[in-house]
């Protein structure tokens, strides 16, 4: 029995050239995801920073509102009122 000689398969995979093409645009789409991404954390960077300085104002404002007013009254004293007698004994005077 004769047997042919053995001769290589060839590769009927992508040709190299086009695979490279592939590799390269993978590479593009994930710098394009990463420009993305980056851009997505300094906006979220941003938004936390806003809403610390818009929290800071709100309570600044809020203090305002429930601090009394400032006048050039002079400040009420508190004047002795008459109370009812308690059960305690009488503090020695000195």
Do not use: D, K, W
């Not at 592939?22 to 941003?46: D, E, F, M």
Request: hydrophobic letters at 45%; proline letters at 13%.
């Amino acid at each position: 029995m004769i047997l042919a000689p053995l001769r290589p398969i060839p590769f009927r995979g992508a040709r190299p050239r086009q695979a490279g093409s592939a590799v390269i645009v993978v590479i593009g789409i994930l710098a394009i995801l990463l420009i993305y991404i980056g851009a997505n954390l300094r906006t979220l960077h941003c938004l936390g920073r806003e809403l610390r300085l818009v929290e800071r104002q709100q309570l600044r404002r809020l203090a305002a509102e429930c601090a009394p007013p400032a006048t050039n009254a002079p400040a009420r004293l508190a004047l002795p009122t008459a109370s009812a007698p308690t059960n305690s004994p009488p503090q020695p005077s000195r």
